[in-house]
């Protein structure tokens, strides 16, 4: 993340909002089973209490920071097409001339071949760059490069 609010794709929105509503479900699960105040029995009782309120303590970050994701997303609004970034559609021109079309994502939740993450080799090196810029990065086959035909919006 760069420090100001970066777009976020349709399917990355909807995959935080689905993880958001699973938290919430489990932590009202997990609160559910807390005494509040009322003395605790043995000292397995208490472990098992201070067992849960960590786990609610866990559920309760994760929920304010996809909070504070989603609100970020809303307030950045739409991806630049201008220059890549999370939520950008990017069609790219390797080496061997072979092009390919991909859309940059937070979240990788199944195999999706277009599909790159901003934190994979290839994400890392497209973010911030414009149509008709160069980038090179080691893929598995080894070091390539790839050129940026055009950027859109992944959402578009």
Do not use: C, H, K
């Amino acid at each position: 993340m760069t420090g100001v609010p970066e777009p976020i794709s349709d399917a990355g929105r909807a995959a935080l909002e689905r993880d958001l509503a699973d938290l919430r479900t489990e932590r009202e699960a997990v609160a559910a089973t807390l005494r509040g105040g009322e003395e605790v029995g043995d000292r397995a009782d208490q472990a098992d209490e201070l067992q849960r309120a960590d786990i609610l303590d866990r559920l309760d970050d994760r929920i304010i920071l996809i909070e504070g994701r989603l609100r970020e997303a809303a307030i950045a609004g739409a991806p630049s097409t201008e220059t890549v970034g999370v939520g950008s559609t990017v069609t790219l021109r390797f080496a061997d001339a072979a092009e390919l079309t991909v859309r940059i994502g937070e979240l990788a939740e199944e195999l999706d071949p277009e599909l790159v993450t901003d934190d994979s080799p290839l994400g890392q090196v497209l973010l911030g760059r414009r149509v008709g810029e160069t980038v090179e990065y080691d893929a598995p086959g080894g070091r390539t490069s790839a050129e940026v035909l055009s950027i859109g919006d992944a959402g578009a």
